[in-house]
Every structure is written in structure tokens, then in C-alpha cells.
């Protein structure tokens, strides 16, 4: 998308605006910043693209899933009709654990965090009327990230869509699940070679997928620092890259299509430093590691979620307040790709005026405030330089400590970063209880309430609806035909073949996300964190 703007660009009063402030502009006024570099320029400090918002904005993104595919998609059909450019998946926790909703372990849980995926035909319901050669989906899934991926490439295909063209994100990111999240499944080598199948078979059936959304989002949620963010990121993002040239993959091959999920606090420039810094750590890293031929290999991209730690159930318009500034800073920081909670989040999942005035704060900041019209716009900031330099340095300190450990995996192994993150959030923790880190409406401002927002409710018998589903399939189909599918993912865990084709078929063939996710279980086996983390 262009911004709408014509032949100049100026300031609301009338102000020229230059693209972005340079060295040479700051010494024209007496002011020497050093030398920040330029936007689209290594090491990408100021951005990776030259002209960043001016050329096309941020992807506008709201996370949405809930109840059954159908309910799901009038959601996002309602989303796009109002002006959002992609698509955020979320699935409810059986979906994430790779079980269907008639598994005794998903009663009472189908449905009600996210939207219940469980054969091919939810995947239709879920994109039925949705162009897959023009909208952009990402989807937060990681132990079953093949699984569904294969469902929309199937979906993809029967729109007449070829895999080729279709546009989106997995998160696919295993190893912070075993540090922040806890949805894995197997253990942590299978897992990681189930991501470098995807890594291999996308480079070149499905090349403008994002095969990975290395997360942030959940480590910082979990009660993470920034720099802890940036670090334990970065740092689980060389073991994939490692992982991958190990099983014979080139740099290049999957680097382009590596994408990041950061999450965006209250601290504005804080948050807007950290972005700048982890796209100068990332440049590095790889940069002296792996000499990469392509450029984008060794840029950093990423999407960003505010922060719905953040957001407080006690005067919960508050939190308009809040995700305005953390989007702010987020698009003051060069996202490529925005989420804004709904200020009811913290009770319930968002209604649809909940969702819509999310939708409308990032339209709001792209249109109105001004952000979104330069490069860098903190750039050459006192405040905003040495805070970046502070979080480039610390965070490059512990991803040295991280691999003086053996790498991610290993400290994983270890719950070097679990641990590190638990004193994190006690520390925060006992600063709010004391009052020295006030929270409006909770520990500071209290007042009695009259009324809460309306929550969404949910539909209470969709997962009846969806074992009904599942046992209309499983009489329908050709059941030899399944069984021969699933012997053949089985096979293929034992060796080295590549899993996508024989769970691409297996998909299209009516097997279910949960008897796929057994058939790699068979043979792969399932983890436990060690106690005590």
C-alpha cells in the first residue's frame, strides 16, 4: 500500500519533511549524532528499507480465532471489509498441542482461545471467500506447524492457487515453547528437524512463504526484560541457522524468508531502541558468522504484537491508552507488520467494536500522526542512541553467555533462560506489589468501577459440533487409504526423508491434524521439561 500522499510532505503546521534525518542534515544545525548510517544500509539501525512507510506501510494485522471456523471467518472477513491487509491465525489449545477436538484431552477446551482445526475441511471454512494469492496469513502454530501449513497449501490449491503464490507466516518456533510457552510436543531434536523440512521444502515449493517467526513475543511475556527478549530471540534464531546448514541447507537458501515476532511494551523508547538494536545485533551475527551473498539474509524482519501482559482488567478503556503508545513505538522502531490488542483483552476475547477500535488505532497513526510520514523518526535522539547501543551491547553479552552454554538448545536443556526469566517477573512483580512501579488502575489511580465492557461470548456447543464433524470424516473416507498415508509419515520419521509431501498428502487424503501428530509421535516420542523450571 502507498501512502497517500502527492508531491510533498510536510508537517501538519506545513514543515518541510525531509525523509529522513542524515549526519550531514544534524551538523547543518549545529548537532553531531555521529554517524547513524542511512535506512536500507547495513547494519539497518534505521531500517531495512531506504524509504520505509513513504513507499508502503506496515502490514495492518489483528489477531482473530475463536469458536469454529465458520465464526472465525466472518471475523476475518469483517476485519478486511474494514481495512486490515492480512490475516493473524490464532487456534484454540487443542489445535496448538496437535489433538483433535474429539481427543478426551480437548474437552472443555475447543474452541475458546483460538478457532478449532482439526481435518482439511475446517481449513476451508476458515478461508472460504479469502483470495490466498492476494491476502497475507500468519499463523501462530508451532509442535503442528507442517500439519497446517499443509492445510492451507491444500485449500490454496483448490482456489487454483499454486503453491508458489501463496503468502504468509508459520511461527514455527519450537525452542521458545520449551523456554516461555510450554505447546510442544516431541523433543527438542525431532522438533527441530521438523523445522528444517518445512525450511527446505518451502525454499522451493513454496518460496514466498515466511518459514519461521522466531518469537520474542511469548519470552517477554513470560515476564522477560528487553535485552532478555532480544538476546534469548536472537540467540534461539542462530541455533535454526546452524540447525539448517547442518542438514545441508545454504544460507541463503532459507535466510531471505526468516521473520521475527517481537512484542511492544509500555517503556516507549525503550521498546522503540530495542527494535533498532536487535536489526544491527541480527546484521552482525550473521554477517560475521555466516557471509551470506544475499542481502536480505541478514536483514532483520519482523512483526509486532503490543504487549497484552500489559493490559489491566481494571479500567480496561485504559488500555486504548496503552496500546496507542506501544504501537507508536513499535512503528517509530520500523515494524513490518503491527497487531493491536483490543482494550477488553484482559477479560475476554475482543468483541467486534473491541477489535474494530484496535484496527482503527493503527490506521489513526498511519494517517493522522505523523510517524509513519519519515525514516527512523527518533533517529539521531541522545536518549533513543545510547539507549540502543545499551541494548545492542548487553543483549550481544548474553547470547555470548547463552553459547558458552552449548547454544540455545543446550541452555534450554539446562533452563539456564527459564530460570533467567522467572527472576525477571519476580523482580517486576515485587516492584509493583511495593509500588515502585506504578500501574494505572491497579496500583496507582484505583477508583470502584460501575461497570465492565461486554465480553464476547462463546458458542457453547462448538465442540459437540466439531466431534460430529470429525466422526462424518472418519465413516466417509477411504480408511485403507488414510492408514497407508499415515505408515508412510512413520516411515519417513524413521529416515531422512523430507515429512511435508507425506503430510501434505496425508492431509489431502482425510487424515486428521491429531492421527498425523501420532503417526510422528510413534516414532519420534513426546518431552517433559525437567523439573523445577
Known amino acids: 500500500m502507498v501512502t497517500q500522499r502527492k508531491d510533498e510532505w510536510k508537517t501538519l503546521s506545513g514543515l518541510d519533511l525531509p525523509l529522513q534525518s542524515t549526519p550531514e542534515s544534524l551538523s547543518q544545525l549545529g548537532i553531531d549524532a555521529g554517524a547513524l548510517g542511512d535506512a536500507g544500509s547495513p547494519p539497518y539501525t534505521r531500517g531495512i528499507h531506504s524509504t520505509m512507510y513513504r513507499s508502503r506501510l506496515w502490514t495492518m494485522r489483528q489477531y482473530a480465532g475463536f469458536s469454529s471456523a465458520a465464526a472465525t471467518n466472518e471475523r476475518f472477513k469483517l476485519l478486511l471489509e474494514r481495512g486490515q491487509k492480512g490475516l493473524s491465525v490464532a487456534f484454540d489449545l487443542p489445535t496448538q498441542l496437535g489433538l483433535d477436538a474429539d481427543d478426551e484431552m480437548s474437552y472443555g477446551e475447543v474452541g475458546k482461545v483460538g478457532v478449532s482445526i482439526s481435518q482439511l475441511d475446517d481449513m476451508r471454512e476458515l478461508l472460504d471467500g479469502i483470495p490466498l494469492d492476494k491476502v497475507s496469513t500468519s499463523m501462530t502454530i508451532n509442535a503442528p506447524a507442517m500439519v497446517l501449513l499443509a492445510m492451507y497449501i491444500a485449500v490454496a490449491e483448490e482456489q487454483g492457487v499454486p503453491s508458489k503464490q501463496v503468502l504468509g507466516t508459520i511461527q514455527n518456533d519450537i525452542l521458545k515453547e520449551y523456554i516461555a510457552r510450554g505447546t510442544y510436543v516431541f523433543p527438542p531434536q525431532p522438533s527441530m528437524r521438523l523445522i528444517t523440512d518445512i525450511f527446505e521444502y518451502c525454499a522451493e515449493k513454496v518460496p514466498k512463504w515466511n518459514t519461521i517467526s522466531i518469537s520474542g513475543y511469548h519470552i517477554r511475556e513470560a515476564g522477560s526484560t528487553a535485552v532478555q527478549e532480544v538476546a534469548f530471540t536472537l540467540a534461539n534464531a542462530l ?37 533498532r538494536a536487535a536489526r544491527t545485533l541480527w546484521y552482525e551475527l550473521i554477517t560475521e558468522r555466516y557471509n551470506p551473498k544475499n542481502p536480505k539474509s541478514a ?19 485504559n488500555n486504548v491508552a496503552r496500546v496507542t503508545i506501544q504501537a507508536l513505538a513499535a512503528v517509530c522502531g520500523g515494524t513490518q507488520s503491527l497487531h493491536t490488542n483490543s482494550y477488553d483483552e484482559a477479560l475476554g476475547l ?16 498511519a494517517e493522522e500522526s505523523g510517524a509513519a510520514d519519515v525514516v527512523d523518526p527518533l ?15 548487553q543483549a550481544l553479552e548474553q547470547i555470548m553467555q547463552i553459547e558458552s552454554l552449548g547454544g540455545a538448545m543446550k541452555a534450554i536443556e539446562q533452563g539456564w533462560q527459564q530460570r533467567e526469566i522467572h527472576n525477571a517477573a519476580y523482580a517486576h512483580l515485587n516492584d509493583v506489589e511495593a509500588g515502585t512501579r506504578r500501574i494505572v488502575g491497579v496500583n496507582h489511580g484505583v477508583m470502584d468501577e460501575d461497570s465492565t465492557p461486554e465480553v464476547l461470548k462463546l ?7 466439531q466431534c460430529k464433524k470429525l466422526q462424518n470424516l472418519r465413516e466417509h473416507r ?56
Not at 475482543?350 to 497513526?365: D, F, N
Request: include cysteine; proline fraction near 4%.
Open 459 to 465: 458458542d457453547p456447543t462448538v465442540g459437540e459440533a
Open 299 to 317: 536483514m532483520l524482519r519482523f512483526h509486532t504484537q503490543v504487549a497484552g501482559v500489559s493490559l489491566t482488567a481494571q479500567q480496561p478503556l
Open 239 to 275: 541455533q535454526y541457522v546452524d540447525a539448517a546448514i547442518e542438514s545441508g541447507l545454504d544460507i541463503d537458501t532459507f535466510g531471505p524468508r526468516l521473520s521475527f515476532f517481537f512484542n511492544c511494551h509500555n517503556d516507549f523508547f525503550e521498546e522503540a531502541s530495542k527494535f
Open 379 to 393: 533517529g539521531g535522539s541522545y536518549h533513543v542512541e545510547q539507549m540502543t547501543k545499551r541494548i545492542h551491547d
Open 478 to 533: 477411504d480408511h485403507a487409504k488414510c492408514q497407508f498415508n499415515l505408515e508412510s509419515i512413520r516411515n519417513a520419521a524413521r529416515c531422512d526423508q523430507n515429512l511435508f509431501p507425506h503430510v501434505l498428502v496425508a492431509v489431502k487424503s482425510g487424515c486428521t491434524l491429531g492421527e498425523i501428530m501420532q503417526a510422528m509421535k510413534d516414532e519420534f516420542g513426546t518431552w517433559m521439561a525437567p523439573s523445577g523450571f
Open 350 to 365: 475482543p468483541t467486534e467494536k473491541s477489535a474494530t477500535v484496535a484496527l482503527r488505532t493503527q490506521q489513526i497513526i
